[in-house]
Every structure is written in C-alpha cells, then in structure tokens.
C-alpha cells in the first residue's frame, strides 16, 4: 500500500530565509508524485509535480522540489520566503490502477517578518 | 488552464436539509473526479471516486445513502448531503483528473465548499 508521510507538523520560517518541506513516501512502483499548496479556506493548488527524468523538478511560485529514490523521499524547498508563502502544504504520491492519491498529514508554513 | 469550479462555496442549512454540491471542470474533460472531506487542521479524506457514466465507488466507512455521487457528464460531477446532520459540517472539495493517457495526469482541486448544519 501506498502512504506519505510529512514529519513536520509545522515551520515558522522568516521572510526571506529558505525553506525546505520534507516528505517520505513508501509505493511499491514507480511514484508519481505532487506538492499542493492550500490557503485558509480554499482548495489544493498544484505546486509541481514528478514523473520521471530529471530528479530536480521546478514548479510555481519559485518552489522545487528533488525526487530521491535511495531515500524515498520528495522534498520541496524554496530559496527566499515571502509572506504569502503561508499556507498549508501537501505531498501526495500516486496514483494507483483507479488514480486515486495518497495525501501526507500536511505541514503548515507560518511565515515571521 | 485546468480550472476545477466548485458551488457553492458555502453553505449553511438547517438540520434535515439536503445540500447538492457542484464540482465542474471549466477547459478539460474530465472521466474521473474524486470527492473529499477534510476536518481543521487534517488532511484530505477521500469519500469517494466519481467516473463519468458509471456508479461511483465509495471509500470504506462512507455512506453511499448519506453522499450521493452523479456524474453525468464529463465536465460535471455533484455531491448530495442527503438529510443532512451537524456532523456532516466540513469541508468539502472535489478533484478532477484530466482525460489523459496514463496515470500521470495530476488532481486539479475545486476551491471546496464549507458546508455547516444548524
């Protein structure tokens, strides 16, 4: 069975340091997997997201994020924060034969001036 | 490209009250859209599975009776909170999946609407 997990319940970071979100995925196969980001109150927005190639992958609003086989892991990171970076952030890996994704528990990103 | 509109963005109803949710794909088809619940401060639960033309299959644990699934078209699925209770206050947001080749085509999420019973 496929699962995600995110173990940083939360990050404060200041405005303008780098942030990095981490995320462990255990699928059987090869992964395909997301970042979402989710402001109070609204929907997932699709951050990026791998197939395959290249294992450094870029996505909206200045985020990437580096797929690691060996580690099984998927994390996002960003080089400067700005306050509009926070939000709630999710990893996800699929999918599986009927396309559904495995979502982790989330990190929430506050961001201090 | 890849909007996901959802409606109504909130709702507030008395106990008793069915509640139809809307979850349209705007500028792609899409054969599978998916339905979630999510609590504060938690993750997405998966409800349910929606394929267009087809029943929808259901999640262990969710009440096909109480969350009504159709998705008639390839652009429109909807949810029905039949009878609804406080305990069905959430949020809920759908998902579509674009008719691509292949399992690599990504969720594109609906802004979710805040459903609350009195």
């Known amino acids: 069975a496929q699962s995600v997990t995110q173990p940083d319940i939360h990050i404060t970071v200041s405005e303008g340091a780098s942030l990095e979100l981490r995320c462990n995925y255990s699928y059987g196969a090869t992964p395909y997997l997301f970042w979402y980001v989710q402001s109070p109150g609204q929907g997932l927005q699709l951050l990026l997201k791998y197939f395959s190639g290249d294992t450094l992958v870029q996505g909206i609003k200045g985020f990437e994020a580096e797929f690691k086989r060996s580690q099984s892991s998927f994390n996002l990171r960003k080089p400067s924060v700005h306050w509009s970076d926070a939000a709630e952030y999710f990893c996800a890996v699929g999918p599986t034969n009927d396309y559904k994704l495995s979502f982790g528990a989330g990190t929430t990103v506050t961001v201090r001036a | 490209g890849a909007v996901v509109s959802q409606h109504p963005s909130r709702v507030i109803c008395k106990s008793g009250t069915s509640v139809k949710i809307e979850c349209r794909s705007l500028?792609?088809?899409?054969?599978?859209m998916f339905w979630y619940r999510q609590f504060p401060k938690q993750s997405l639960m998966l409800m349910a599975t929606s394929n267009e033309g087809s029943k929808a299959t259901y999640e262990q644990g969710v009440e096909k009776d109480k969350f009504l699934i159709n998705h008639a078209s390839l652009t429109l699925s909807t949810l029905t909170v039949t009878s609804a209770h406080p305990e069905d206050s959430s949020f809920y947001i759908c998902s579509a999946r674009d008719r691509g080749v292949g399992g690599n085509q990504p969720q594109h999420f609906g802004d979710g609407t805040r459903l609350s019973i009195l």
């Open positions: 500028d792609f088809q899409a054969t599978t």
